[in-house]
């Protein structure tokens, strides 16, 4: 048998070779291989392998039997060795191909399940705009890292007031991370958007604006936080004499981010606090109560940096918070967030307390399921009508009898 070399050959048939080896990679069963666009050299080359009495047309296809058969005699190789040695390894694109639809099902599925998605069920929307995106220059490590940091930045909103590149270093350790035009930024003002539901902004004012709202780079002294009933809290401290006099005055206080920064921790703080999203209900049950109002923390919408700070310094000194807000799309996305982002416990806020109190109002606006009642998104859409949180203010201070 000859011994197995390539070297007389001819080059001329580097055609057959590229066209057997990129038919080979398709992991199929290869029967014939088209070479197509010969010269005449080419075609001279291969009539000649085959002894053929007549040259083959400028395309022309191989049997790959014949071919082994041919190869065999002359190298003790076969067409697959031949071209392997000539041209590379044969890769199985079709394997390839399934290994890497494979692993882009895996990271979206990844992000699907990722806790921070799961507790806000309306990020599925980012989600999926994300994965319609596609990957980053087709690798899915890259991408994988990027929105790795893109759910550590969304986990610590809405953040503590923090200037963005101080925030961008504390999140992601790189204080530039955030800037306009990097990939991260866009990634996380994406989910921003989807989170308030409003649109991309469309200049610098309504980034800025969208930043604020996460707590990034809010003023410390127009970033406050409405308060009731805690009058025990920091009692040593600034914060704490000016929260004593409030409660035992029986009147609000309006707490800065800037007071609260006078404040590493709470020594001593109510076992149960509960919050709500309306001013409004906090002032009815300061008229109720006065000086005996139980603790109570308003966000006033979406919660600033100012509630944040309070609700985190609570939270870490033992706290149990219960939420209730709006039984609107809003509404159910500031519940789900502030239960993600602090450990509150949904109050009053299920099927069947909305069913109850259910009748004429607004609508609901665009509304996204919550991880702590499956049913109740479905109710809301079909009814359609929303429950303001003023409306089952009796209720709600019904359970804040001392």
């Known amino acids: 048998m000859p011994q197995a070399s390539v070297g007389a050959l001819s080059p001329d048939l580097m055609p057959l070779w590229r066209a057997l080896h990129h038919r080979l990679g398709s992991g199929r069963a290869v029967a014939s291989v088209k070479v197509p666009g010969m010269t005449s050299q080419q075609r001279t080359a291969l009539a000649d392998l085959f002894g053929m009495a007549v040259l083959p047309e400028e395309s022309h296809t191989v049997n790959c039997r014949q071919l082994d058969a041919v190869l065999v005699e002359l190298t003790g190789l076969t067409g697959r060795e031949v071209a392997e040695q000539i041209v590379g390894p044969i890769e ?44 980053i220059e087709q690798s899915v490590e890259r991408t994988r890292e990027l929105l790795e940091k893109a759910v550590r930045v969304l986990r610590a909103i809405p953040a503590q007031g923090q200037p963005l590149p101080i925030f961008a270093d504390e999140t992601v350790g790189d204080p530039h991370a955030l800037d306009e035009g990097t990939r991260l930024q866009g990634v ?138 709006d039984f609107d799309g809003e509404g159910l996305r500031i519940a789900a967030h502030l239960v993600a982002r602090v450990g509150a416990q949904p109050w009053r806020m299920g099927s069947s307390d909305y069913l109850a109190a259910v009748s004429d109002g607004p609508g609901v606006g665009r509304v996204t399921g919550v991880p702590w009642d499956s049913a109740l998104a479905g109710h809301l859409g079909r009814i359609g009508v929303s429950v303001p949180e003023e409306r089952v203010v009796e209720i709600l201070l019904a359970d804040l009898v001392p």
Request: net charge positive; aromatic share 4%; proline share 5%.
């Open 188 to 325: 996380v003002i994406r989910a921003l958007s989807v989170i308030h539901d409003c649109p991309l902004p469309a200049d610098a004012g309504e980034l800025r604006r969208l930043w604020v709202s996460a707590g990034v780079a809010d003023d410390e002294l127009s970033s406050t936080v409405l308060v009731a009933g805690l009058g025990g809290l920091d009692p040593d401290g600034v914060l704490g004499k000016m929260l004593r006099v409030c409660a035992d005055g029986g009147v609000a206080a309006s707490v800065t981010l800037q007071q609260l920064r006078t404040v590493e921790s709470f020594g001593s703080v109510p076992s149960v606090v509960h919050v709500v999203e309306n001013p409004s209900v906090l002032a009815v049950a300061v008229r109720r109560f006065e000086s005996h109002c139980p603790p109570l923390v308003c966000t006033a919408g979406w919660p600033n940096s100012a509630g944040i700070r309070l609700l985190d310094l609570l939270s870490r000194a033992g706290t149990r918070m219960k939420y209730h807000g």
């Open 92 to 135: 199985d694109r079709s394997a390839a191909r399934a290994a890497r639809a494979s692993d882009r099902q895996a990271l979206w599925a990844w992000l699907r399940a990722h806790p921070v998605v799961a507790a806000q069920p309306v990020l599925a929307g980012w989600v999926a705009a994300s994965e319609r995106a596609g990957l």
